[in-house]
Protein backbone atom coordinates (compact mmCIF):
# COMPACT_ATOMS: atom_id res chain seq x y z
CA UNK A 1 0.00 0.00 0.00
CA UNK A 2 0.95 3.74 -0.43
CA UNK A 3 0.17 4.46 2.97
CA UNK A 4 2.61 3.76 5.86
CA UNK A 5 1.40 0.66 7.94
CA UNK A 6 4.82 0.69 9.70
CA UNK A 7 3.38 2.65 12.57
CA UNK A 8 0.58 -0.04 12.73
CA UNK A 9 2.73 -2.81 12.04
CA UNK A 10 5.09 -2.10 15.22
CA UNK A 11 2.03 -1.83 17.54
CA UNK A 12 1.24 -5.48 16.36
CA UNK A 13 4.76 -6.53 17.60
CA UNK A 14 6.26 -3.83 19.60
CA UNK A 15 5.72 -1.07 22.36
CA UNK A 16 2.12 -0.01 21.73
CA UNK A 17 1.15 -3.57 22.36
CA UNK A 18 -2.09 -3.76 24.74
CA UNK A 19 -1.40 -4.15 28.48
CA UNK A 20 -2.05 -8.23 29.82
CA UNK A 21 -4.63 -6.99 31.59
CA UNK A 22 -6.96 -5.59 27.89
CA UNK A 23 -6.02 -9.05 27.29
CA UNK A 24 -7.59 -10.64 30.16
CA UNK A 25 -11.23 -11.27 29.95
CA UNK A 26 -12.72 -8.90 32.89
CA UNK A 27 -14.09 -10.60 35.98
CA UNK A 28 -17.56 -11.42 35.14
CA UNK A 29 -18.91 -11.52 38.74
CA UNK A 30 -17.03 -8.61 40.08
CA UNK A 31 -19.75 -5.75 41.16
CA UNK A 32 -21.12 -3.35 37.90
CA UNK A 33 -19.75 -0.07 39.66
CA UNK A 34 -17.40 -0.30 42.35
CA UNK A 35 -15.83 2.46 44.52
CA UNK A 36 -12.99 1.30 46.05
CA UNK A 37 -9.45 1.52 44.40
CA UNK A 38 -8.54 3.18 41.38
CA UNK A 39 -11.40 2.85 38.08
CA UNK A 40 -10.33 0.92 35.56
CA UNK A 41 -11.49 -0.35 31.57
CA UNK A 42 -11.01 -3.87 31.21
CA UNK A 43 -13.39 -3.61 28.43
CA UNK A 44 -10.69 -1.60 26.05
CA UNK A 45 -11.17 0.85 23.50
CA UNK A 46 -12.78 1.35 20.33
CA UNK A 47 -12.39 4.19 17.56
CA UNK A 48 -14.62 5.43 14.84
CA UNK A 49 -16.36 8.08 13.42
CA UNK A 50 -12.84 8.97 11.32
CA UNK A 51 -12.04 11.86 9.12
CA UNK A 52 -9.42 13.74 8.45
CA UNK A 53 -9.38 16.30 11.32
CA UNK A 54 -11.50 14.31 13.94
CA UNK A 55 -12.34 11.01 15.87
CA UNK A 56 -14.61 9.80 18.42
CA UNK A 57 -12.84 7.19 21.01
CA UNK A 58 -15.09 4.97 22.57
CA UNK A 59 -14.46 3.28 26.50
CA UNK A 60 -16.75 1.55 28.86
CA UNK A 61 -15.02 2.09 33.02
CA UNK A 62 -15.72 -0.52 35.77
CA UNK A 63 -17.41 2.45 37.87
CA UNK A 64 -18.09 6.16 37.84
CA UNK A 65 -15.17 8.08 36.36
CA UNK A 66 -14.13 11.19 34.06
CA UNK A 67 -12.59 9.71 30.93
CA UNK A 68 -9.64 11.59 29.41
CA UNK A 69 -8.24 11.20 25.98
CA UNK A 70 -4.46 12.01 25.36
CA UNK A 71 -3.38 11.68 21.72
CA UNK A 72 -0.11 11.47 20.09
CA UNK A 73 1.87 11.52 16.61
CA UNK A 74 4.92 9.26 18.59
CA UNK A 75 3.99 5.97 19.73
CA UNK A 76 6.14 6.42 22.58
CA UNK A 77 4.09 10.05 23.44
CA UNK A 78 7.31 11.64 23.49
CA UNK A 79 6.26 15.08 21.47
CA UNK A 80 3.07 16.91 20.61
CA UNK A 81 0.82 15.07 23.26
CA UNK A 82 -2.36 16.65 23.60
CA UNK A 83 -5.12 15.99 26.29
CA UNK A 84 -8.85 16.31 25.65
CA UNK A 85 -11.58 16.19 28.63
CA UNK A 86 -13.98 13.67 28.32
CA UNK A 87 -17.51 12.70 29.82
CA UNK A 88 -18.46 11.44 33.27
CA UNK A 89 -18.89 7.93 32.95
CA UNK A 90 -21.85 6.68 34.74
CA UNK A 91 -24.64 4.43 35.29
CA UNK A 92 -27.20 6.46 33.20
CA UNK A 93 -25.01 4.95 30.22
CA UNK A 94 -23.45 1.99 31.52
CA UNK A 95 -20.37 3.92 32.26
CA UNK A 96 -19.93 4.35 28.49
CA UNK A 97 -19.07 6.96 27.03
CA UNK A 98 -17.15 8.92 24.01
CA UNK A 99 -14.79 11.27 23.23
CA UNK A 100 -15.08 13.29 20.42
CA UNK A 101 -11.20 14.62 19.22
CA UNK A 102 -10.72 17.57 17.08
CA UNK A 103 -8.14 19.34 15.25
CA UNK A 104 -6.36 16.16 14.23
CA UNK A 105 -3.66 16.10 10.93
CA UNK A 106 -5.05 14.60 7.70
CA UNK A 107 -3.74 11.06 6.59
CA UNK A 108 -2.00 10.55 9.82
CA UNK A 109 -1.24 7.15 12.29
CA UNK A 110 -2.48 9.25 15.83
CA UNK A 111 -2.25 6.85 19.03
CA UNK A 112 -4.06 7.48 21.99
CA UNK A 113 -4.39 6.13 25.47
CA UNK A 114 -7.64 6.66 27.61
CA UNK A 115 -7.54 7.46 30.95
CA UNK A 116 -9.96 7.45 33.64
CA UNK A 117 -9.95 9.78 36.61
CA UNK A 118 -11.71 9.29 40.13
CA UNK A 119 -14.34 12.15 40.24
CA UNK A 120 -13.63 12.86 43.86
CA UNK A 121 -10.12 12.28 43.63
CA UNK A 122 -8.69 12.91 39.78
CA UNK A 123 -5.18 12.03 41.47
CA UNK A 124 -6.55 8.16 41.67
CA UNK A 125 -6.83 7.20 38.22
CA UNK A 126 -6.59 4.11 35.57
CA UNK A 127 -3.50 2.14 33.99
CA UNK A 128 -3.66 3.78 30.52
CA UNK A 129 -5.44 1.84 27.66
CA UNK A 130 -3.47 2.25 24.61
CA UNK A 131 -5.23 2.32 20.65
CA UNK A 132 -4.69 3.79 17.40
CA UNK A 133 -5.91 4.84 13.97
CA UNK A 134 -5.57 6.86 11.20
CA UNK A 135 -6.88 9.76 9.84
CA UNK A 136 -8.38 9.94 6.56
CA UNK A 137 -6.29 11.52 3.60
CA UNK A 138 -6.77 14.60 1.63
CA UNK A 139 -4.86 13.16 -1.30
CA UNK A 140 -6.15 10.52 -3.44
CA UNK A 141 -2.96 8.95 -3.91
CA UNK A 142 -3.32 7.26 -0.49
CA UNK A 143 -4.81 3.70 -0.71
CA UNK A 144 -7.20 2.14 1.35
CA UNK A 145 -8.02 -0.73 2.39
CA UNK A 146 -11.45 -1.67 4.82
CA UNK A 147 -12.67 -5.07 5.87
CA UNK A 148 -16.65 -6.06 6.26
CA UNK A 149 -18.38 -8.82 7.51
CA UNK A 150 -21.72 -9.41 9.80
CA UNK A 151 -23.61 -12.41 12.30
CA UNK A 152 -21.45 -12.74 15.26
CA UNK A 153 -22.17 -14.87 18.48
CA UNK A 154 -25.57 -16.31 16.60
CA UNK A 155 -27.26 -19.53 16.72
CA UNK A 156 -25.35 -20.29 20.21
CA UNK A 157 -22.16 -20.46 19.02
CA UNK A 158 -20.15 -17.90 21.58
CA UNK A 159 -16.64 -17.30 22.67
CA UNK A 160 -15.23 -20.80 23.23
CA UNK A 161 -12.08 -20.69 24.99
CA UNK A 162 -10.63 -23.82 23.60
CA UNK A 163 -10.73 -22.36 20.54
CA UNK A 164 -9.03 -19.22 21.18
CA UNK A 165 -12.15 -17.28 21.07
CA UNK A 166 -12.83 -15.16 18.14
CA UNK A 167 -9.61 -16.08 17.05
CA UNK A 168 -10.78 -14.49 13.37
CA UNK A 169 -10.59 -10.78 14.76
CA UNK A 170 -6.67 -11.25 14.95
CA UNK A 171 -6.29 -12.80 11.96
CA UNK A 172 -8.31 -9.54 10.38
CA UNK A 173 -6.30 -7.30 12.60
CA UNK A 174 -2.97 -8.16 11.10
CA UNK A 175 -4.32 -7.63 7.44
CA UNK A 176 -3.77 -4.01 9.23
CA UNK A 177 -6.88 -2.56 7.48
CA UNK A 178 -7.96 1.35 7.82
CA UNK A 179 -11.90 0.14 9.25
CA UNK A 180 -13.83 -2.57 9.86
CA UNK A 181 -17.51 -2.08 8.37
CA UNK A 182 -19.44 -4.66 10.91
CA UNK A 183 -22.37 -5.22 8.42
CA UNK A 184 -25.07 -5.79 11.16
CA UNK A 185 -26.11 -8.75 13.50
CA UNK A 186 -23.45 -7.14 15.49
CA UNK A 187 -25.01 -9.11 18.70
CA UNK A 188 -27.26 -11.93 18.91
CA UNK A 189 -29.92 -10.48 21.45
CA UNK A 190 -32.79 -13.55 20.85
CA UNK A 191 -30.20 -16.17 21.00
CA UNK A 192 -28.90 -17.70 24.28
CA UNK A 193 -25.43 -19.05 24.77
CA UNK A 194 -25.51 -22.18 26.73
CA UNK A 195 -22.31 -23.45 28.63
CA UNK A 196 -21.94 -26.07 26.08
CA UNK A 197 -23.60 -27.12 22.35
CA UNK A 198 -23.06 -30.98 21.48
CA UNK A 199 -21.51 -31.42 17.81
CA UNK A 200 -21.58 -33.53 15.55
CA UNK A 201 -18.38 -35.50 15.87
CA UNK A 202 -19.32 -36.47 19.12
CA UNK A 203 -17.22 -33.20 20.74
CA UNK A 204 -18.89 -30.39 22.68
CA UNK A 205 -18.40 -26.72 21.59
CA UNK A 206 -17.73 -24.44 25.01
CA UNK A 207 -18.30 -21.04 25.52
CA UNK A 208 -18.47 -18.36 27.64
CA UNK A 209 -21.30 -17.69 29.73
CA UNK A 210 -23.01 -14.42 31.20
CA UNK A 211 -26.06 -13.89 33.07
CA UNK A 212 -27.55 -11.53 30.77
CA UNK A 213 -27.05 -14.48 27.49
CA UNK A 214 -29.20 -17.09 29.90
CA UNK A 215 -31.96 -15.84 27.98
CA UNK A 216 -33.30 -13.47 25.09
CA UNK A 217 -33.06 -9.76 25.40
CA UNK A 218 -35.65 -7.77 27.14
CA UNK A 219 -34.31 -5.10 29.84
CA UNK A 220 -32.07 -2.35 28.78
CA UNK A 221 -29.61 -4.54 31.09
CA UNK A 222 -30.03 -7.37 29.25
CA UNK A 223 -29.12 -5.60 26.35
CA UNK A 224 -26.26 -4.00 27.59
CA UNK A 225 -24.75 -7.17 28.19
CA UNK A 226 -25.13 -8.56 24.78
CA UNK A 227 -22.92 -6.10 23.44
CA UNK A 228 -20.53 -6.86 26.64
CA UNK A 229 -20.28 -10.17 26.17
CA UNK A 230 -18.47 -9.63 22.70
CA UNK A 231 -15.68 -7.79 24.49
CA UNK A 232 -14.87 -10.59 26.92
CA UNK A 233 -12.91 -11.98 23.96
CA UNK A 234 -9.30 -10.37 24.05
CA UNK A 235 -9.17 -10.95 19.69
CA UNK A 236 -11.82 -8.49 19.72
CA UNK A 237 -10.31 -6.17 22.45
CA UNK A 238 -7.06 -6.45 20.63
CA UNK A 239 -8.69 -5.44 17.42
CA UNK A 240 -11.07 -2.90 18.56
CA UNK A 241 -7.78 -1.21 19.50
CA UNK A 242 -6.13 -0.81 16.36
CA UNK A 243 -8.97 -0.65 13.62
CA UNK A 244 -11.55 1.87 13.50
CA UNK A 245 -15.29 0.44 13.48
CA UNK A 246 -18.21 1.31 11.17
CA UNK A 247 -21.26 -0.34 12.33
CA UNK A 248 -25.14 -1.12 11.40
CA UNK A 249 -27.35 -2.88 12.88
CA UNK A 250 -30.22 -5.35 11.19
CA UNK A 251 -32.69 -7.66 13.18
CA UNK A 252 -30.31 -9.75 15.85
CA UNK A 253 -29.43 -6.73 17.84
CA UNK A 254 -33.29 -6.90 18.43
CA UNK A 255 -35.24 -10.11 17.91
CA UNK A 256 -35.14 -12.18 14.25
CA UNK A 257 -36.74 -10.48 11.71
CA UNK A 258 -38.30 -7.75 13.49
CA UNK A 259 -39.99 -5.21 11.47
CA UNK A 260 -41.74 -1.79 13.43
CA UNK A 261 -45.13 -2.16 14.73
CA UNK A 262 -44.62 -6.02 15.04
CA UNK A 263 -46.25 -7.76 18.03
CA UNK A 264 -44.63 -10.85 19.34
CA UNK A 265 -45.93 -14.53 19.34
CA UNK A 266 -43.01 -16.08 21.09
CA UNK A 267 -43.21 -17.72 24.52
CA UNK A 268 -40.05 -16.79 25.61
CA UNK A 269 -40.35 -12.80 25.78
CA UNK A 270 -42.59 -11.24 27.93
CA UNK A 271 -42.58 -8.60 26.00
CA UNK A 272 -44.72 -8.22 23.21
CA UNK A 273 -44.08 -5.08 21.37
CA UNK A 274 -41.00 -4.92 19.03
CA UNK A 275 -40.94 -0.96 19.14
CA UNK A 276 -40.20 -1.27 22.40
CA UNK A 277 -37.42 -4.16 22.64
CA UNK A 278 -35.83 -1.56 19.51
CA UNK A 279 -35.95 1.13 21.66
CA UNK A 280 -34.13 -0.41 24.43
CA UNK A 281 -31.47 -2.21 21.42
CA UNK A 282 -31.21 1.01 20.08
CA UNK A 283 -29.84 2.69 23.24
CA UNK A 284 -27.14 -0.06 24.21
CA UNK A 285 -26.27 -0.19 20.73
CA UNK A 286 -25.08 3.93 20.76
CA UNK A 287 -23.97 3.29 24.18
CA UNK A 288 -21.36 -0.03 22.92
CA UNK A 289 -20.02 1.59 19.69
CA UNK A 290 -18.54 5.16 18.75
CA UNK A 291 -21.66 6.27 17.13
CA UNK A 292 -22.26 9.62 18.55
CA UNK A 293 -25.67 10.52 16.65
CA UNK A 294 -27.46 7.61 18.99
CA UNK A 295 -25.51 7.79 22.78
CA UNK A 296 -28.32 8.69 25.16
CA UNK A 297 -31.02 7.10 22.85
CA UNK A 298 -31.33 10.42 20.93
CA UNK A 299 -34.59 10.38 19.16
CA UNK A 300 -32.65 12.95 16.42
CA UNK A 301 -29.90 10.09 15.89
CA UNK A 302 -30.27 7.74 12.85
CA UNK A 303 -28.43 4.83 12.01
CA UNK A 304 -28.24 5.64 8.45
CA UNK A 305 -25.14 7.94 7.94
CA UNK A 306 -22.90 8.51 5.24
CA UNK A 307 -18.57 7.90 6.17
CA UNK A 308 -16.27 9.64 3.61
CA UNK A 309 -12.93 8.19 3.85
CA UNK A 310 -10.98 10.50 1.66
CA UNK A 311 -11.49 11.37 -2.44
CA UNK A 312 -11.45 7.39 -2.90
CA UNK A 313 -14.53 6.23 -0.92
CA UNK A 314 -17.99 7.16 0.58
CA UNK A 315 -19.29 4.71 2.25
CA UNK A 316 -23.37 4.89 2.82
CA UNK A 317 -24.40 2.63 5.91
CA UNK A 318 -28.01 1.66 5.21
CA UNK A 319 -30.62 1.18 7.27
CA UNK A 320 -33.37 -1.69 6.07
CA UNK A 321 -34.82 -2.64 9.49
CA UNK A 322 -36.15 0.54 11.32
CA UNK A 323 -38.40 2.18 8.29
CA UNK A 324 -39.41 -1.31 6.57
CA UNK A 325 -43.10 -1.84 6.06
CA UNK A 326 -44.09 -5.72 7.85
CA UNK A 327 -42.96 -8.70 6.37
CA UNK A 328 -45.23 -9.86 4.36
CA UNK A 329 -45.52 -12.20 0.81
CA UNK A 330 -44.61 -9.01 -1.10
CA UNK A 331 -46.29 -8.93 -3.85
CA UNK A 332 -47.92 -5.48 -3.76
CA UNK A 333 -47.45 -3.22 -6.90
CA UNK A 334 -47.48 0.03 -5.08
CA UNK A 335 -45.01 0.24 -1.90
CA UNK A 336 -44.06 3.55 -0.78
CA UNK A 337 -42.82 2.45 2.62
CA UNK A 338 -40.26 -0.17 0.72
CA UNK A 339 -37.50 -1.51 3.27
CA UNK A 340 -36.09 2.04 3.36
CA UNK A 341 -38.79 4.05 4.30
CA UNK A 342 -39.49 7.35 2.11
CA UNK A 343 -36.99 9.83 3.63
CA UNK A 344 -34.29 7.04 3.90
CA UNK A 345 -34.69 6.99 0.10
CA UNK A 346 -34.82 10.41 -0.67
CA UNK A 347 -31.70 10.53 1.48
CA UNK A 348 -29.71 7.99 -0.33
CA UNK A 349 -30.23 9.09 -3.88
CA UNK A 350 -29.27 12.89 -2.68
CA UNK A 351 -26.22 11.68 -1.15
CA UNK A 352 -25.28 9.71 -3.93
CA UNK A 353 -25.65 12.46 -6.46
CA UNK A 354 -23.69 14.76 -3.99
CA UNK A 355 -20.89 12.53 -3.49
CA UNK A 356 -17.50 13.10 -5.35
CA UNK A 357 -16.06 10.44 -3.85
CA UNK A 358 -14.38 7.60 -6.58
CA UNK A 359 -15.95 4.71 -5.24
CA UNK A 360 -19.38 4.93 -3.87
CA UNK A 361 -19.91 1.79 -1.48
CA UNK A 362 -23.45 1.14 -0.14
CA UNK A 363 -23.40 -0.79 2.84
CA UNK A 364 -26.83 -2.50 3.06
CA UNK A 365 -27.37 -5.03 5.96
CA UNK A 366 -29.24 -7.62 3.94
CA UNK A 367 -28.88 -8.63 0.14
CA UNK A 368 -31.08 -7.67 -2.97
CA UNK A 369 -31.68 -10.60 -4.84
CA UNK A 370 -30.98 -13.46 -2.15
CA UNK A 371 -34.75 -14.46 -1.33
CA UNK A 372 -34.46 -14.81 2.79
CA UNK A 373 -38.33 -16.26 3.50
CA UNK A 374 -39.70 -15.50 7.03
CA UNK A 375 -41.84 -18.24 7.58
CA UNK A 376 -43.94 -20.23 5.31
CA UNK A 377 -45.87 -17.29 3.21
CA UNK A 378 -43.53 -13.80 3.79
CA UNK A 379 -40.20 -12.51 3.08
CA UNK A 380 -37.72 -10.77 5.37
CA UNK A 381 -34.94 -8.97 2.88
CA UNK A 382 -36.34 -7.42 -0.72
CA UNK A 383 -36.17 -10.37 -3.29
CA UNK A 384 -39.93 -12.70 -2.93
CA UNK A 385 -38.89 -15.12 -4.81
CA UNK A 386 -41.20 -13.74 -8.44
CA UNK A 387 -38.65 -13.37 -11.23
CA UNK A 388 -41.07 -10.97 -13.10
CA UNK A 389 -41.36 -7.64 -12.93
CA UNK A 390 -40.82 -5.47 -9.37
CA UNK A 391 -43.09 -6.07 -6.25
CA UNK A 392 -43.36 -4.94 -2.57
CA UNK A 393 -39.97 -3.68 -2.02
CA UNK A 394 -38.31 -4.63 -4.90
CA UNK A 395 -40.28 -1.19 -6.14
CA UNK A 396 -38.18 0.70 -3.93
CA UNK A 397 -34.82 -0.69 -5.09
CA UNK A 398 -35.71 -0.38 -8.48
CA UNK A 399 -36.07 3.28 -7.81
CA UNK A 400 -32.73 3.42 -6.31
CA UNK A 401 -30.91 1.52 -8.96
CA UNK A 402 -33.02 4.13 -12.12
CA UNK A 403 -31.98 7.11 -9.65
CA UNK A 404 -28.20 5.74 -10.48
CA UNK A 405 -28.23 4.95 -13.58
CA UNK A 406 -29.94 8.10 -14.93
CA UNK A 407 -27.53 10.71 -13.01
CA UNK A 408 -24.75 8.37 -14.00
CA UNK A 409 -23.67 8.08 -10.63
CA UNK A 410 -20.24 6.39 -10.93
CA UNK A 411 -18.60 3.38 -8.86
CA UNK A 412 -21.43 1.72 -6.81
CA UNK A 413 -20.35 -1.47 -4.99
CA UNK A 414 -23.22 -2.94 -2.50
CA UNK A 415 -21.62 -5.08 0.53
CA UNK A 416 -23.86 -6.77 2.67
CA UNK A 417 -23.77 -9.76 5.37
CA UNK A 418 -26.99 -11.58 6.98
CA UNK A 419 -27.29 -14.79 5.24
CA UNK A 420 -24.22 -16.33 6.51
CA UNK A 421 -22.24 -17.49 3.54
CA UNK A 422 -19.94 -15.74 1.24
CA UNK A 423 -20.41 -15.00 -2.19
CA UNK A 424 -20.05 -12.61 -5.34
CA UNK A 425 -23.22 -11.74 -7.06
CA UNK A 426 -23.10 -9.59 -10.52
CA UNK A 427 -26.82 -8.02 -11.56
CA UNK A 428 -27.36 -6.87 -14.99
CA UNK A 429 -30.02 -5.63 -17.28
CA UNK A 430 -29.67 -7.94 -19.65
CA UNK A 431 -30.67 -10.69 -17.36
CA UNK A 432 -33.42 -9.09 -15.84
CA UNK A 433 -37.35 -8.22 -16.02
CA UNK A 434 -36.61 -4.83 -14.49
CA UNK A 435 -33.92 -4.17 -17.35
CA UNK A 436 -33.88 0.00 -16.15
CA UNK A 437 -30.62 0.48 -14.18
CA UNK A 438 -26.54 -0.36 -14.99
CA UNK A 439 -25.31 -3.33 -14.11
CA UNK A 440 -23.05 -3.49 -10.73
CA UNK A 441 -21.96 -6.18 -7.93
CA UNK A 442 -23.35 -7.28 -4.47
CA UNK A 443 -20.48 -9.03 -2.52
CA UNK A 444 -21.87 -11.03 0.62
CA UNK A 445 -19.57 -12.10 3.80
CA UNK A 446 -20.13 -13.64 6.86
CA UNK A 447 -20.84 -15.03 9.18
CA UNK A 448 -17.91 -13.52 11.58
CA UNK A 449 -18.67 -16.21 14.28
CA UNK A 450 -22.06 -17.41 14.38
CA UNK A 451 -24.20 -20.54 12.34
CA UNK A 452 -23.29 -21.41 8.80
CA UNK A 453 -25.83 -21.73 6.59
CA UNK A 454 -26.68 -23.57 3.13
CA UNK A 455 -26.82 -20.88 -0.07
CA UNK A 456 -30.41 -19.29 -0.64
CA UNK A 457 -31.78 -19.22 -3.82
CA UNK A 458 -31.38 -16.07 -6.63
CA UNK A 459 -34.62 -13.95 -7.55
CA UNK A 460 -34.60 -12.85 -10.92
CA UNK A 461 -36.32 -9.63 -11.11
CA UNK A 462 -32.86 -7.54 -10.92
CA UNK A 463 -30.84 -10.15 -13.23
CA UNK A 464 -28.05 -11.64 -10.38
CA UNK A 465 -25.24 -14.11 -11.17
CA UNK A 466 -23.13 -15.69 -9.23
CA UNK A 467 -19.57 -15.77 -9.78
CA UNK A 468 -18.51 -17.17 -6.77
CA UNK A 469 -20.55 -18.56 -3.60
CA UNK A 470 -19.10 -20.96 -0.54
CA UNK A 471 -21.43 -22.25 2.06
CA UNK A 472 -21.99 -24.12 4.81
CA UNK A 473 -23.64 -27.80 3.95
CA UNK A 474 -26.31 -27.78 6.50
CA UNK A 475 -28.01 -25.43 8.05
CA UNK A 476 -26.28 -23.74 11.90
CA UNK A 477 -22.93 -24.91 11.26
CA UNK A 478 -20.66 -24.68 13.99
CA UNK A 479 -17.43 -22.09 13.44
CA UNK A 480 -15.26 -24.90 14.29
CA UNK A 481 -16.61 -26.67 11.37
CA UNK A 482 -17.23 -23.87 8.69
CA UNK A 483 -14.58 -20.99 9.76
CA UNK A 484 -15.72 -17.09 9.90
CA UNK A 485 -15.93 -14.90 6.38
CA UNK A 486 -14.99 -11.91 5.75
CA UNK A 487 -14.33 -9.69 2.89
CA UNK A 488 -11.28 -7.30 2.38
CA UNK A 489 -11.84 -4.19 0.24
CA UNK A 490 -8.70 -2.61 -1.45
CA UNK A 491 -8.43 0.91 -3.24
CA UNK A 492 -5.18 1.53 -5.49
CA UNK A 493 -4.04 5.43 -4.67
CA UNK A 494 -2.83 5.34 -7.98
CA UNK A 495 -5.14 3.59 -10.40
CA UNK A 496 -8.21 3.74 -8.44
CA UNK A 497 -8.92 0.11 -9.71
CA UNK A 498 -10.92 -1.50 -6.13
CA UNK A 499 -10.26 -4.61 -5.39
CA UNK A 500 -12.88 -6.81 -3.66
CA UNK A 501 -11.16 -10.29 -1.85
CA UNK A 502 -13.67 -13.07 -0.08
CA UNK A 503 -11.49 -14.79 2.64
CA UNK A 504 -12.17 -17.06 5.54
CA UNK A 505 -10.42 -17.24 8.41
CA UNK A 506 -7.25 -19.85 8.40
CA UNK A 507 -8.02 -19.98 4.29
CA UNK A 508 -6.19 -17.15 2.02
CA UNK A 509 -8.12 -15.39 -0.36
CA UNK A 510 -11.30 -17.15 -2.11
CA UNK A 511 -12.51 -15.31 -4.74
CA UNK A 512 -11.13 -11.88 -6.36
CA UNK A 513 -12.75 -9.42 -8.52
CA UNK A 514 -11.07 -5.82 -9.61
CA UNK A 515 -13.17 -3.15 -10.50
CA UNK A 516 -12.54 -0.13 -12.57
CA UNK A 517 -13.09 3.45 -11.65
CA UNK A 518 -15.52 5.95 -13.60
CA UNK A 519 -17.80 3.55 -14.45
CA UNK A 520 -21.83 4.01 -13.99
CA UNK A 521 -21.92 -0.07 -14.48
CA UNK A 522 -19.67 -2.99 -14.93
Known sequence: MASTPHTRRSLIGGSLALSSALFAAPALAAPAFARSGRPGAPWGVQSGEITAHSATVWTRADRVARMYVETSPSEAFRYAVRRHRGPLLGPSSDCTGTTFLRDLPPGQQIHYRVVLADPDDPRRTSPPVRGTFRTTPVSRRRDVRFLWSGDLAGQGWGINPDLGGYRVFEEMRLRDPDFFLFSGDTIYADGPIRPSVPLRDGSVWLNVTTEEKSKVAETLTEFRGNFRYNLLDGNLRAFNAQVPVLAQWDDHEVRNNWYPGQLIDDPRYTVREADVLAARARQAFGEYFPVTDLRGGRAEGRMYRVMRHGPLLDVFVLDMRTHRNPNSPGTQTDDPVGILGAEQLAWIKRELARSRATWKVIAADMPLGIVVPDGATDFEAVAQGDPGAPLGRELQIAEL???????????????????????????????????????????VSGPIG????????????????????????????????????????EIDGGSGELTVRLRRQGGGVLFTRTLQPGRVGQ
Do not use: C
Open 401 to 443: LRHIKHRRITGTVWLTADVHYTAANHYAPERAAFTDFAPFWEF
Open 450 to 489: AGGFPAGRLDATFGPRTAFVQSAPFANMSPSENPPYYGEV
